[in-house]
């Protein structure tokens, strides 16, 4: 069964960096797109960036500028890159794919999840 598997979650103090990689293991999958959520706890689940096959990318709005998706379609993974994290950026967060390549902050476009991977920021 297909699945996906995050890495890269931790600890880091405000103003730190931080990379995720998200992978398709155990088959085939047709992805159109890959994202990332997060959800913080006694909070939504939140979007926080997403990219297409096609390279075209969306942002959460606290995201734009201190995160970067980047995919390998070849090997269906994708990254996220995360600079200058705050306090605020603590939540888990998780890798999500779809077969459409809509690039969308609704959960709804994402058909596979991960299971998620704990970032926390020290202030």
């Known amino acids: 069964q297909v699945h996906l598997v995050e890495s890269g979650g931790g600890l880091v103090q405000a103003g730190g960096s931080l990379s995720l990689s998200c992978a398709h293991s155990?088959?085939?999958?047709?992805?159109?797109?890959m994202g990332w959520f997060r959800q913080a706890p006694g909070k939504e689940r939140e979007f926080v960036a997403a990219?297409?096959?096609?390279?075209?990318?969306d942002y959460g709005a606290s995201m734009k500028d201190r995160f970067t998706i980047s995919r390998d379609t070849f090997k269906n993974t994708v990254s996220l890159r995360m600079d200058s994290l705050q306090p605020e950026d603590t939540a888990v967060y998780f890798c999500a794919t779809g077969p459409s390549t809509v690039v969308s902050a609704l959960p709804y476009f994402y058909t596979l999840w991960g299971q998620g991977t704990q970032v926390t920021v020290s202030s």
């Open positions: 990219i297409n096959r096609y390279d075209k990318m």
């Open positions: 155990g088959g085939e999958f047709d992805v159109g797109v």
